[in-house]
């Protein structure tokens, strides 16, 4: 097993981009104000980490194992055809039940959608409240669940 | 170089394995556990990965493999049973 320097730097720089990558769409996940902010992260950013990975890992087995290893290639089509599908499929789930989305939105999909108290650092009520259908006033704390 | 980067790579996915466990427990909606729930799965995955880079190995990829499918058929049941109420219709 005797792997050429760059090819040993690559495989390296591939993981720790992917571990990055993936560690910051966790923390969107986790940080996000609202649910349909918190889809961008893990669906986008996740699944580039781990499919930088899955890369690095594919060169490092091609290299040092015995020939082409398979079940990477396997996993990362599996991984990037699933994503937006499980993602348009969250989207649609939370649209149907009605998932209060933050103050700042636009244009949200129906006005009596009920809004959260947005968190200080994103809370600015002027421009929240130029849009022609968020209702000012309401919903400071009637975040009415579906069930 | 590998040998040296891995750690650093394990860890980083474990404070993002920490992370999604915290959006599977406080989250305010079913929509946002499950969003959680898939993620896990997801980062699972690489750091299945990255163990088997570690222990030289690839025998545990399929395992990487079934979790993939598993998540992904999972999330899917869940989400069709918050839209229809029901799974197999």
């Not at chain 2, 999604?20 to 997801?42: A, C, V």
């Amino acid at each position: 097993m005797n792997i050429p320097l760059w090819l040993d730097a690559l495989i390296a720089a591939l993981l720790l981009i992917g571990a990055i990558v993936a560690t910051l769409g966790s923390v969107g996940l986790a940080r996000m104000p609202d649910f349909y902010m918190r889809l961008h992260g893990p669906t986008k950013a996740c699944t580039l980490g781990v499919g930088c990975t899955m890369l690095g890992s594919l060169l490092y087995f091609s290299v040092a194992g015995q020939g082409i290893s398979v079940q990477e290639v396997l996993i990362t089509v599996f991984l990037f055809v699933t994503a937006p599908v499980s993602a348009h499929v969250m989207a649609r789930a939370a649209l149907h039940r009605r998932v209060a989305c933050s103050a700042n939105t636009r244009h949200p999909p129906w006005p009596e959608m009920d809004h959260p108290p947005a968190p200080p650092s994103l809370a600015n009520p002027g421009e929240a409240r130029q849009g022609p259908s968020s209702i000012p006033g309401e919903g400071s704390d009637t975040r009415t669940r579906g069930s | 170089m590998i040998a040296a980067v891995l750690p650093l790579a394990l860890l980083l996915f474990s404070v993002s394995l920490l992370l999604n466990l915290y959006r599977l427990l406080r989250g305010p909606d079913l929509t946002d556990r499950i969003l959680g729930l898939d993620t896990l799965s997801i980062n699972a995955i690489a750091v299945i990965v990255l163990a088997g880079i570690y222990m030289d190995t690839t025998i545990i990829f399929e395992a990487a493999l079934l979790i993939a499918l598993m998540g992904f058929v999972g999330t899917v049941a869940m989400t069709k049973y918050l839209v229809r109420g029901d799974v197999i219709e």
